[in-house]
């Protein structure tokens, strides 16, 4: 079922532009196990054999695909966070922020469920330890992360969680980029984020909730 759900995710991030061809990595965490998109797969296309099975050491349990490049990066987050799913994508506005910024400002009120401002890793080469140290770094205390010159990273409580965070981070750069088009974008202060999240849990904000009943 694990493999299954990484696949399904994989082709809805595809279809929502996030991933393009084989560029971009999908993973869930249970237990010991990781599965894990493999290497070379269209992740437009994925299916359940295209999904690999790993111990957090690395070694092979399931699956004939090796793993994806990025294993590194994957077990790294793993290693550090309580982090259940990662998602690695080169969205193309994530990308293009990561390409310019060093810090993804929050300019939005949604941008706090990312834990705010969204940091940019320096660059390294992808598929090397060096990369994976950067990303970790920029993930403390986030839910997402930018890789220079290369993509994005979200982690989540849960496989949905994580393709939810990619999904707003893709929104909140295009957003960046739209707003600069027209101007300098006028950025949330640390007093108006405070105030955001004392609003959201005095609300439940972001959770259904029933109408009182007599």
């Known amino acids: 079922m694990t ?3 990484v696949a399904d995710a994989a082709r809805a991030l595809a279809a929502e532009g996030l991933f ?10 249970e237990g010991d196990r990781v599965a894990v998109t493999g290497t ?5 296309r994925c299916t359940e054999p ?12 399931e699956g004939d695909l090796v793993p994806t490049s990025e294993l590194d990066l994957h077990l790294g987050i793993y290693a ?3 982090a259940a799913a990662v998602v690695h994508t ?9 390409c310019v910024l060093d810090e993804l ?12 401002a969204t940091r940019v890793a320096p660059y390294a ?17 986030r839910h997402a992360a930018l890789m220079a010159n290369h993509g994005s990273v979200a982690i989540g409580s849960s496989l949905d969680k994580a393709v939810e965070h990619a999904l707003l981070l893709e929104w909140l750069a295009t957003l960046h980029h739209r707003a600069s088009a027209l101007g300098a974008p006028r950025v949330l202060t640390e007093d108006e984020q405070a105030d955001v999240i004392a609003q959201a849990i005095s609300r439940n904000y972001g959770t259904q909730q029933e109408n009182p009943r007599d």
Not at 50 to 61: A, E, F, N, R, Y
Not at 90 to 98: D, K, L, N
Not at 105 to 116: D, E, K, N, S
């Open 50 to 61: 295209d999904v690999t099975v790993v111990s957090l050491d690395g070694t092979v349990l």
């Open 105 to 116: 400002p929050v300019l939005h009120y949604q941008h706090l469920a990312l834990g705010g």
């Open 3 to 5: 493999r299954a759900a």
């Open 80 to 82: 550090d966070t309580d």
């Open 125 to 141: 080469t992808f598929g090397t330890p060096d990369l994976a140290t950067h990303v970790r770094a920029a993930l403390a205390g």
């Open 90 to 98: 080169h969205a193309p506005y994530s990308t293009a922020v990561a």
């Open 40 to 44: 070379g797969v269209v992740l437009g």
């Open 20 to 29: 393009i061809g084989t560029a971009g990595n999908v993973s869930v965490r």
